[in-house]
């Protein structure tokens, strides 16, 4: 008996949300634009990032190569961004890799996403309220971080030096237009993004007109003498051997993992599935173009910086105004710090528009509390906006958040992760046919993943799942090797060239064993290209950029993920609508 209430668990835990659930009614006003999913997409990923990254990942890391870094990590992202875009085009509906997981891997990995994707959402807007607040304070002299340092300092661990009531405030009032209407947030949000873009524009251009391309073939002697000056007006630092490649190859990847986080933000388009006039092509046609202005926006940016002066004499903290400094144009950074403050205010709305649309998507389906799956007569997840605004007015009114951030980039490359195993599972189900019952009772053979069938099974999609499986596993030893012999490597140890090559094989012949199964003949109106391969490589990606992540951050990360199992187990899992449909389906069979 206690084996058949285990098998039954297991079973719930994993049990599948329908692509058309029953009973379940959108009451989104589908009002979006094309134009506004774009203008979304590259209002919350083009951040104030592009106004401090270029300089610091060119001066420390990359140099004049940062392009390339940027272009490398395009490439990375635009894989993850086509795995989002297949399933928006397949499930236009609210709740982004939360509900992409429900419908493809089960109810227990939905939950897990979504409560990554919140972890993710609370501390970027949180982080960037306090980025807004303190660029502001910048430019009015340290007026508010003097005067409450001073009469409300908060001297305990894990807490902020002071208060942020203006980027608590910041957080309170985008949550009230949030609630207000997503037409009007979107109006709001195409303004600042067009002023950002333009400032960008700005940028590019003044460093095309007044750069050197000399700064990009700097000689070693000519560095020498800068690096000696240098060291005796500032601190002691490597500035590489100078070149296009002052810090190797080597440094050019390792820029290009860095700036990876830098087209973060993207999947905020995945949420708005039911706010969409045509979801199946505005969401992936929305995703691709975001991530293709960015990167112009980066790489066009960067390079305007390494042109306008020498990468070792770029500011870590300020580099674009410090670079029109150095051409002579001092008064441009008064349009850097508007165009700044444009950047961080399209990130914050992009950071809290999907927030409350994931927790109103899993409060609809019962896995959260029900008061948050509440719409407002204006079509808008009103109490889930509002409970959102104030969660991340809190972080950012108290809490010290420079430790979590990199706890945001765990639940974001997680919720990638989980997508691109999606879309493998997804592309190699079982066709849905009367004699589909049939292959249920098949056997695993040697013989069935060599020489499968020409039309997909369940015995193919079960294969398919197995060997998903294990290129995560295979990924996960990969990553680690890589990033703990990575001395080793460079100087050709074999050991861990030999370890390193082994299991680069097993990964492609595990791709290749899933690329000989039947894939599913069922059509969407945008499907990723080179399956399993793309996914495959998605898959990597992200899991080595976790795997560079600290124990610290993984401590805190499971402590997060304790929480939100409780509430599941204790909860969710008793209250979860897809359980009462499939008990519902159950009793009706029975009579």
């Not at 709740?95 to 493809?104: E, F, N």
């Not at 400032?199 to 073939?217: A, H, P, Q, R, T």
């Not at 019952?437 to 015995?459: D, I, N």
């Not at 990575?486 to 299991?503: E, K, M, N």
Request: hydrophobic share 50%; with cysteine.
């Amino acid at each position: 008996m206690s084996g058949t209430k285990m098998l039954r668990f297991l079973q719930n835990l994993s049990r599948r949300k329908p692509l058309e659930p029953e009973g379940e009614v959108s009451n989104f006003r589908r009002c979006l634009t094309t134009l506004d999913l774009v203008a979304l997409g590259v209002g919350s990923t083009l951040g104030a990032g592009v106004y401090v990254l270029s300089g610091e990942v060119a001066r420390t890391i990359a140099g004049p190569s940062i392009i390339i870094s940027f272009l490398t990590a395009a490439v990375a992202s635009i894989f993850a961004g086509l795995c989002y875009a297949e399933f928006g085009a397949r499930v236009p509906k609210t709740g982004s890799a939360y509900l992409y997981s429900y419908v493809t891997v089960g109810e227990i990995w939905a939950f897990i996403t979504g409560w990554n994707l919140l972890l993710s959402y609370v501390i970027g807007t949180s982080s960037v309220a306090r980025a807004w607040s303190g660029t502001f304070d910048d430019l009015i002299g340290n007026v508010i971080a003097n005067s409450l340092g001073k009469h409300a300092a908060m001297d305990l661990p894990g807490f902020a030096p002071y208060p942020d009531f203006f980027a608590a405030g910041l957080i309170m009032l985008l949550a009230g237009i949030l609630a207000f209407g997503v037409k009007e947030s979107a109006v709001v949000n195409k303004v600042f993004t067009a002023i950002n873009i333009l400032v960008l524009l700005f940028v590019i251009l003044s460093g095309f007109v007044k750069g050197d391309i000399n700064n990009w073939y700097i000689d070693e002697d000519t560095l020498q003498r800068a690096y000696e000056n240098y060291t005796l007006q500032n601190e002691t630092s490597q500035c590489g051997t100078g070149g296009f490649f002052p810090f190797g190859f080597e440094g050019t990847l390792a820029g290009a993992a860095t700036c990876f986080y830098a087209f973060v933000g993207f999947d905020c388009i995945a949420t708005t599935g039911e706010e969409v006039q045509n979801p199946q092509k505005s969401i992936p046609l929305g995703i691709v173009a975001s991530l293709f202005i960015c990167f112009l926006a980066y790489f066009g940016v960067s390079a305007a910086l390494t042109l306008m002066m020498p990468y070792y004499l770029l500011s870590v903290n300020s580099p674009l105004p410090v670079a029109f400094t150095y051409i002579g144009w001092g008064l441009a950074k008064y349009a850097v710090a508007i165009g700044s403050l444009c950047a961080l205010s399209t990130s914050l709305l992009g950071s809290m528009f999907p927030m409350p649309r994931v927790l109103f998507a899993m409060a609809r389906d019962g896995l959260l509390f029900k008061p948050l799956g509440k719409m407002s007569s204006r079509q808008s997840p009103v109490i889930a906006t509002l409970a959102s605004g104030i969660i991340a007015a809190v972080m950012a009114l108290l809490f010290d958040l420079k430790a979590l951030v990199d706890m945001m980039s765990t639940g974001t490359l997680f919720a990638y992760t989980l997508v691109a195993i999606c879309v493998l599972i997804l592309r190699y189900q079982a066709e849905l046919s009367e004699d589909s019952s049939l292959g249920k009772s098949e056997p695993f053979t040697v013989g069935s993943v060599l020489c499968p069938p020409s039309q997909a099974t369940p015995r193919t999609s079960k294969n398919v799942s197995i060997l998903t499986i294990a290129i995560v596993l295979i990924a996960v030893i990969l990553s680690i090797l890589i990033s703990e012999g990575i001395d080793s490597l460079q100087v050709l140890q074999w050991w861990s060239l030999l370890c390193v090559s082994a299991f680069v094989l097993i990964l492609i012949i595990t791709v290749l064993l899933i690329w000989r199964q039947p894939q599913n003949t069922a059509k969407a109106a945008f499907m990723v290209p080179l399956v399993p391969w793309l996914p495959t490589f998605s898959t990597f990606v992200n899991v080595y950029l976790m795997v560079q992540l600290g124990s610290d951050t993984w401590i805190r990360y499971a402590v997060w993920m304790a929480v939100g199992l409780i509430i599941y187990f204790c909860y969710g899992a008793q209250h979860s609508v897809q359980k009462q449909r499939v008990e519902n389906s159950q009793n009706r069979v029975s009579f």
